[in-house]
């Protein structure tokens, strides 16, 4: 056997400090992340902050993420755009904001009497969604993956009950996405806010009523003392994915290993907000109670004009475009194939309770 000679041993040590992993460990890339959310709100922005941490951490620190709140670099509404133009690297928000510019996008989020957040994930994974979302963002050289979700959204804070859904014309409310179209169909004036703008637009009479997310992030920002009809459930919102994006000059710089950390840590984040989402709206909704709200059953006319809206709503999302048509008809299949193991889960479920 030849013995290696001085010569080889150096030109192997210098090949290895010149390979690109070790590069990467000794230069840590910084990435930053634009969020649609103020800093540190329960649910979303706790989220953010998590994702990055766990980024760095599954990394091995070659990707330091800098997590930036809604308005410090863009605004709210605006992270899609500044992850297209590398204004930033990566982004932590929600596909619905985009439903304007992408349609189809909000069903990446949720669409009005959906699937639950479990349905979702397998559609995404195992029903070829996730496919879908990237032929959907291709345009805007953009990946999109799920990276957190809030649960499901309760109905939304009203200053009064609903008698009807008669009530519902000329109501001015705060909603996002889809639902904002099946409210705007049954006559009422859907508003898009920011969530850091939404308290005050409620208490100055801008606004009648406010759906955001669900109990544990509604509670710090006080909406019941404003508008204590709390009602459920939240047909518009059954679901709350959160995404998150990174610029594909970005992704496609990453070796494997490193995209399976984001990807990694983007599925644990998913995990995470909804385990935090399920303690944390239990204690919510009970401290809610005590604080005045009035958790309220939507009016049964309300829930069946609710839902034949949103079929409306989804057929004219897939006339808009090819890509719309096919994510649209692939959710609806989703759902079709789920509905009768659902069925037995949410019997299941009752019954196991009592």
Known sequence: MMRPTRRSLALGAAALVASPAVARAEEPLRLRMATSWPRNLPGPGVSAARLAQRIGLLSGGRLQIDVFAAGEIVPAFAVLDAVSNSTVEMGHTASFFWEGKAPGASLFTTAPFGLSAVEHQAWLSERGGQALWDKLYEPFGVRGMLAGNTGPSMGGWFRKELGSAADLKGLRIRVSGLGGEVYAELGAVPQAIPPGDVYPALERGVIDAVELLSPANDLPLGFHRVAPVYYMPGFNKPNGAAEALVARPVWDRLSPELRAAVETACLAEHAA???????????????????????????????????????????????????????????????????PWARIQGYMAQALRG
């Open 273 to 339: 907000g909804l385990a935090d989402a399920e303690r944390t709206n239990a204690e919510a909704i009970v401290k809610l109670v005590s604080l005045g709200a009035k958790p309220t059953p939507f009016p049964a006319d309300v829930m069946a004009a609710a839902r034949r809206a949103a079929d409306a709503v989804l057929d004219r999302v897939a006339a808009k475009t090819p890509i719309a048509g096919e994510i649209v008809a692939s959710y609806r299949t989703a759902a079709a194939e789920g509905r």
